[in-house]
Structures are given as C-alpha cells and as structure tokens.
C-alpha cells in the first residue's frame, strides 16, 4: 500500500490571499519609489473614494466580528468581507500621501495589515484560533489608529469633520 500525502485544501486559497497582499506591497512601494527628488505627488481622487469606500464600512464590520458569537455562519462571511475591505484599504493606503508627499509612519498600519490579515486567515484554516484572533484584532487596532490619525486637523478626515 502507498501512503497519500495529505494535502491541505486550503492552500490555493491562502496562495491567492498572500499573493493579492504582496502585489499591493509591491505596487504601492513600486509608487513611492518610482517618484524623482522634486516630483510633486498628488493623491489621486479614485484612491480617495476607494479608501474611503472600504475604511468606513470596516470599522463598524470588524467591530461586530470582534464582538459577536465567534464560529457560526455570520462570523466567517462578515469575517471574509471585512477581510477584503482591510486588504484594498492597505494597499489602496500607498496612493494615498497627502500629509509629507511620500510613504510616512501611518503606512506602517498597511503593511501590519497586509501581513496580519493572511497570517490570520491562514491560521484559522488550520485551526489555530488563538493566532488567528490575535492577528485580526491587531489589524482592527491598526484599523482605528488610522482612523484616529486620519481625525487631525489639516487632513481630509480632520477638516471634513471638523471644519
């Protein structure tokens, strides 16, 4: 009798999810480094709305995935979605330079992102609930730092809210 290597199905998935995340981190460093010493970077609007489209709904998401029953159907599809909503958000975030001109500290919350969201998918598939808790607070924490640092004034955030 041959032994069957075990294969685990949820490799392709997690090969798509690290493979999406490491393109974002690519293109977005590929932007801040293609700049020249003296270019005048401008955000453009697109990467506006779709932050803006994908940020908002994520913190009252994650918030309830944070809090609610852990597990059950309702978990793991707003889980997926508020998963997706991080990973555009991070990436889309390397557009978005509007405070020095150029990839800042605030980019940090993109790539904690873009790291923790897939190690936290990837450990929950195995059964890792621990890691997979840990990670996905860690990237809703880094979710409302932004948020948090977004409200200072002179920032879009910031004026829009508070003139």
Not at 2 to 21: C, G, M, Q, S
């Amino acid at each position: 009798m041959v032994a069957r290597k075990r294969t685990n199905k949820a490799e392709p998935v997690i090969a798509a999810i690290l493979l999406i995340a490491i393109t974002g981190l690519v293109i977005g460093l590929t932007v801040a480094i293609g700049r020249t010493p003296g270019d005048e970077y401008q955000t453009p609007h697109w990467a506006i709305a779709i932050h803006l489209l994908t940020a908002i709904p994520a913190l009252p998401l994650g918030a309830y995935v944070l809090l609610s029953r852990k597990g059950d159907l309702a978990h793991r599809t707003l889980g997926k979605i508020w998963a997706a909503l991080m990973l555009v958000t991070a990436i889309d975030t390397f557009f978005i330079r509007e405070v020095t001109g150029h990839i800042g500290p605030i980019h940090i919350f993109a790539v904690v992102t873009l790291t923790a969201v897939p190690i936290g998918i990837y450990r929950i598939i195995n059964g890792d609930v621990a890691t997979h808790r840990r990670a996905m607070l860690y990237s809703y924490i880094g979710l409302c730092s932004a948020f948090l640092f977004a409200l200072r004034p002179g920032l879009r955030v910031g004026n829009f809210l508070f003139g």
